[in-house]
């Protein structure tokens, strides 16, 4: 097409045939299949752990006097306990995973320095446990997404995902194809943009207002710059893969890559409206939110016209389920987001439960959704078995599914009425606290609904760590005899010209 | 895309421009503002016990700002006589603006509740004084103890409600009195800085709707 | 104020010409190139070829038509499922 192709390109044009292609996979998940595995099995643990924790908080908030004789279990430790053993526990092991499976395929090499990847994934979880018992402990930094220890729990996090990334960027470094795909420019950006903003979150000289901005950067880029990217990353990569053909406009990803990190990485002051901050500050993160409708478009747009008359598909892959699931969330919290932050939805909502239900169809809905399926693509081609029972499937997806609308509408509709209540300044607060209870009592139903999902996810898990000790096998797609040969195969060599 | 350094320098700029304009820049113009001549740092007592405050998690229910009294009611709540700016946060090391409201918010609670026996059968136990509030007790922070125990000087407190058996009474412990000391130290209800004051020219006092 | 002083409007202008300069340079240097074609970087030959339940006749077709004949039938566990 182009007469000024980069010389690396016509380097790499060199025949593929198919059974090298699927000798590439096999030897790319190979490489990453320790860290992965064990990525998996830590993140599964700390879903269970955060459930708990989750719970235990959702309970407290309608049965106050429940479990407040020791420090450990008072309601503020609990939650922080949850939200970071969720968005750093579980979310972020199971992106490591995803990472460090996903790259290696779409680069057509092994992971390289596999053993730096493994470490970081130690150092990672390490810095958790140490967080999460310095919360508990009451040591929490004090900052909403920052509050385990700055000295002697954040920087394992750093340096954990510092040597993931290490290990991701050599092995994209090494990468026999030309081209990278938009999944890899995710989940390297992810990677890249990580360690930054933590470690400029976690920066200890700010105060006052300061400190508060700083906290917004980092809270929202936390979401908007390392669990995004690396989620619509593994949907952009599942949902070709499954369906069989690829993502409606490629051209909408890219810019909706560019697009999605330079608005989102200045969203975060809208956490602030109506606060003591300079207000330029604020509107600029407004008119960024606002702005946020473009990737989310192109997302949206996407994944729709990839399904779009193949919906059946739905019903053959619970990896397609869940993620569909979660990308359908993602436009949906997106847009909810976009609202939120303009300053006359942003009075009523601020300060409410809708900011709660808003984050847990982000966090929840989007992001663990999009994890649980690329999971169930993944560990059976690490373990080389098949996932056990399609019941115990179809009873995490259903459990999780309900219990999601249980705890997300009666929420975010007695948080709106909280918001109302809060502004008519002749409500008494008794009256406040009214308005919110169906929603508090609807989310630890939902809750436990959600926690009975993760129960059954974790134990088919269980089951098949277990299991593939007695089976080892080759992983599904292995037999299919490559025959077959695509039409465009003599214009377009996966890694090249031809 | 073919190269890898591309990527990268386009996404280290992207996080670098969104950290110049959020975080370096606003920190040279805060630099600036200067401190009220009303508001004096936390006292001893009163870091102990804004350190529980932080530890306890009360940043998750309860904000401490006042918004713009055009666009909300947080003034005509009573939760203070004006909104807050960056000066009345100098001494806060991290902040606790909070994001949620669960319970009211707490900025001038110091001015609205002054009294140490309100304070702390609130914390022993929330329902003793509103039965109907889903505060968390904290009765970790006191010791119960028979009121014929108490000896001479010192500080006990008898709580309502059926919250005790008879005879009993709450002693609070350092750190309990030390929360209470930075509750009711928590007052910004002095005027807006002005004229001179860099703080109201640059940052505060400024509504969120006379931007220019 | 700084933000709406001239030095930063400037600046912006200076920042937002660059970007445009970069994404020029790389369509030259051919990053772009092949767009339809690099869609296709996750999908294997046997990804393509294999024979996916749900779709229609009418989508089988386009399948044979753009991968070849005759389509695979899926191997258990191909969909990340159980079996």
Known sequence: MSATLPPRVIEMASPITDMENLDIRLRADASSRQVALRAIAFSVAWLVIGSAFGLMASFKLHMPDWLVSNAALT???????????????????????????????????????????????????????????????????????????????????????????????????????????????????????FPIIFVVGNWPTFTGVESAAVNWFYAHNALGLWLTPVCVGAAYYFIPKILGRPIYSYQLSLLGFWTLGFFYSLNGMHHLIGGPLPTWMITTSIVASGLMIIPVIAVGVNQHMTLNRRFGALRYSP?????????????????????????????????????????????????????????????????????ISERLISWHFWSVGIGQVVYLVPLTVSGMVQGVAMSDPTT????????????????????????????????HVWLMFRGAKARQGLPPFHEVAPIITRRDKATFVPGGVA | MTRIWLLIIGVL??????????????????????????????????????????????????????????YTSDKDR??????TVPSDYLYDKPHQLGT????????????????????????????????????????????????????????????????????????????????????????????????????????????????? | MLPSSLTVTLAIT?????????????????????????????LDDDDLSVSRPWETAEQRAERVAEYGAPLVPAPPGAWGGAK
């Open chain 1, 75 to 193: 309601f503020g430790r609990i939650r922080s306990a949850h939200l970071n053993a969720m968005a750093y526990g579980w979310a972020s092991s199971a992106m490591l995973a995803v990472s460090v499976w996903i790259i290696p395929r779409l680069v057509h090499t092994e992971l390289r320095v596999p053993k730096a990847a493994e470490a970081g994934l130690y150092f990672w979880n390490v810095g958790m446990v140490l967080g999460i018992f310095g919360i508990l402990a009451g040591y929490s930094d004090g900052l909403e997404w920052l509050e385990m220890p700055r000295y002697w729990a954040d920087p394992f996090l750093v340096i954990g995902g510092g040597l993931v990334g290490l290990s991701l960027l050599s092995t994209i470094a090494m990468r026999e194809v030309a081209h990278l795909y938009v999944s890899v420019w995710y989940i390297m950006a992810a990677f890249i943009w």
């Open chain 3, 14 to 42: 200076i920042l937002g010409l660059l970007t445009v300069a970069a994404f020029l340079w790389s369509w030259r240097l051919g990053h772009f190139d092949r767009i339809s074609q690099q869609a296709l970087l996750p």
């Open chain 2, 13 to 70: 700029a992207i996080v670098i421009f969104a950290t110049s304009l959020l975080v370096v820049i606003p920190n040279t113009m805060i630099g600036q503002v200067r401190v009220p001549k009303q508001l004096s740092p936390y006292s001893e007592v009163e870091a102990r016990g804004r350190a529980v405050y932080i530890s306890e998690g009360c940043v998750y229910c309860h904000s401490q700002q006042v918004r713009d009294p055009i």
């Open chain 2, 100 to 212: 949620m409201r669960t319970g009211p918010d707490l900025i001038n609670i110091g001015v609205r509740q002054p009294s140490d026996q309100w304070h702390h059968t609130h914390l022993f136990n929330p329902r003793s004084l509103m039965p109907w509030s889903i505060m968390p007790a904290f009765p970790y922070l006191y010791e119960v103890r028979d009121s014929s125990s108490i000896k001479a000087g010192e500080v006990f407190y008898s709580v309502a409600g059926g919250k005790l058996p008879a005879g009993k009474v709450i002693v609070p412990t350092a750190d309990a009195d030390a929360l209470v000391a930075y509750l009711k130290s928590l007052k910004r209800t002095y005027p807006v800085p002005t004229g001179d004051e860099p703080a109201a020219r640059t940052l505060g006092g400024r509504s969120e709707h006379t931007m220019p």
């Open chain 1, 428 to 459: 008494t607060w008794e009256q406040v606290v009214q308005a919110m209870m169906p929603g508090l009592i609807g989310r630890s139903i939902g809750g436990t609904l959600l926690t009975i999902g993760h129960g059954v996810f974790a134990y």
């Open chain 1, 319 to 387: 990896t397609l389920r869940f993620i569909v699931f979660g990308a359908v969330a993602y436009t949906l919290v997106s847009l909810q987001g976009v609202f939120m932050a303009f300053r006359e939805v942003n009075r009523l909502t601020h300060f409410t439960h809708v900011t709660v239900a808003h984050a847990h169809l982000g966090l929840y809905s989007f992001v663990t959704m999009i994890l649980f399926g690329s999971i169930y693509y993944i560990l059976p081609r690490l373990l080389g078995r098949e996932w």
């Open chain 2, 78 to 83: 009573g939760w203070g006589p004006r909104a």
